[in-house]
């Protein structure tokens, strides 16, 4: 009897799970999307008209430099706040009740932004400024001799200064005078200095400056009091732009000027990026 040959049972072949759909992965890029460019949106808006960029709050290590964009603004470098000493605390820590800001004055001064020329008469004797180069910005001896005597009874302690020119031809002065308290700031010094009207000292070159109204909400900068000035028409070769804020025991002073019209945007950006470092 003759062996029939045997079969073997045909085992299937195992097959790849089947792909998912594209579909949602698109769909959820997509949707991405739209939530990203919803968020500009409404972070754009909140801002106000007239405004072209937005200030983000942060901790007190880090302070991030504003982008340029093809609004006007300049490209500066990322900002970081000088360390503080071991042991001291922020200017604005409950245990600090003076408000003394402790890092180095001369790292808090804004640095400047890319394409800039700096300005060597800033520059001091080994970064502090001599109390007659910063009276040198206002235009009248009976206010440079009010103000050096209102500098002497607040009991000023140091100047640090920083200044530059950029290539449209707009030129920044940076001044932070540090006093003993946040105190004599806010009530002896910063009053003197400011009112709602009008600056209470012409800076050069700067005719009838009123409260810049157009400077925006958003960009304030909480724990600082900012007030700002912008010179009316008609002006005479430049337009001088300036800004006054006070941050514990530090008063910063920030005047900008350029032949013809002075931009608003740089001004802005400026000022509230040298009051995040104070802040």
């Not at 460019?37 to 007190?60: L, M, P, Q």
């Not at 002065?173 to 004599?184: K, S």
């Not at 002073?253 to 032949?259: A, C, G, P």
């Given at each position: 009897?003759s062996?029939?040959?045997?079969?073997?049972?045909?085992v299937?072949?195992?097959t790849?799970?089947?792909r998912?759909a594209p579909a949602?992965?698109?769909e959820?890029?997509?949707?991405?999307?739209?939530?990203?460019?919803?968020?500009?949106?409404?972070?754009?808006?909140?801002?106000?008209?007239?405004?072209?960029?937005?200030?983000t709050?942060?901790e007190?290590t880090?302070?991030?430099g504003?982008a340029?964009?093809?609004d006007?603004?300049?490209?500066?470098p990322e900002?970081t706040?000088?360390?503080?000493?071991?042991?001291?605390?922020?200017?604005f820590?409950?245990?600090n009740?003076?408000g003394?800001?402790?890092?180095?004055?001369?790292a808090?001064v804004l640095?400047a932004?890319?394409?800039a020329?700096?300005d060597p008469?800033l520059?001091?004797?080994?970064g502090w400024?001599a109390?007659?180069?910063?009276l040198?910005?206002?235009a009248?001896?009976e206010?440079r001799?009010?103000l050096r005597?209102k500098?002497?009874d607040t009991g000023?302690?140091?100047?640090a200064?920083?200044?530059?020119t950029m290539?449209?031809?707009?030129?920044t002065?940076?001044?932070?005078?540090?006093?003993?308290?946040a105190?004599?700031v806010?009530?002896?010094?910063a009053?003197?200095n400011?009112?709602y009207s009008?600056?209470?000292?012409?800076?050069?070159?700067?005719?009838?400056?009123?409260?810049?109204?157009?400077?925006p909400?958003a960009?304030?900068?909480s724990r600082?009091?900012?007030?700002?000035y912008?010179?009316?028409?008609?002006?005479g070769?430049?337009?001088v732009r300036?800004?006054?804020?006070?941050?514990?025991d530090?008063?910063?002073v920030?005047v900008?000027s350029?032949r013809?019209?002075a931009p608003?945007i740089?001004?802005?950006?400026?000022v509230?990026l040298?009051?995040?470092?104070?802040g």
């Amino acid at each position: 009897m003759s062996e029939q040959p045997t079969t073997e049972p045909t085992v299937p072949r195992p097959t790849a799970p089947p792909r998912p759909a594209p579909a949602p992965a698109v769909e959820r890029r997509l949707l991405r999307a739209v939530l990203r460019w919803t968020a500009a949106v409404v972070a754009f808006a909140a801002v106000g008209a007239g405004t072209a960029y937005g200030i983000t709050r942060v901790e007190r290590t880090d302070v991030p430099g504003l982008a340029t964009a093809p609004d006007g603004r300049w490209d500066y470098p990322e900002l970081t706040r000088p360390p503080l000493p071991s042991g001291s605390p922020g200017p604005f820590a409950d245990s600090n009740a003076a408000g003394a800001h402790y890092a180095d004055l001369r790292a808090l001064v804004l640095p400047a932004p890319k394409g800039a020329k700096a300005d060597p008469a800033l520059r001091g004797r080994d970064g502090w400024l001599a109390t007659g180069e910063y009276l040198a910005e206002y235009a009248l001896k009976e206010d440079r001799d009010k103000l050096r005597q209102k500098l002497v009874d607040t009991g000023l302690r140091h100047i640090a200064a920083r200044g530059w020119t950029m290539p449209d031809g707009t030129r920044t002065r940076v001044y932070l005078l540090q006093f003993g308290t946040a105190n004599v700031v806010e009530n002896e010094f910063a009053s003197d200095n400011v009112a709602y009207s009008s600056p209470g000292y012409q800076v050069r070159g700067a005719g009838a400056s009123v409260f810049d109204e157009h400077f925006p909400d958003a960009a304030t900068v909480s724990r600082t009091e900012r007030t700002a000035y912008v010179e009316t028409k008609p002006y005479g070769a430049e337009q001088v732009r300036q800004a006054y804020v006070a941050a514990g025991d530090v008063f910063a002073v920030i005047v900008q000027s350029r032949r013809g019209t002075a931009p608003a945007i740089p001004f802005q950006q400026t000022v509230t990026l040298q009051s995040q470092l104070l802040g």
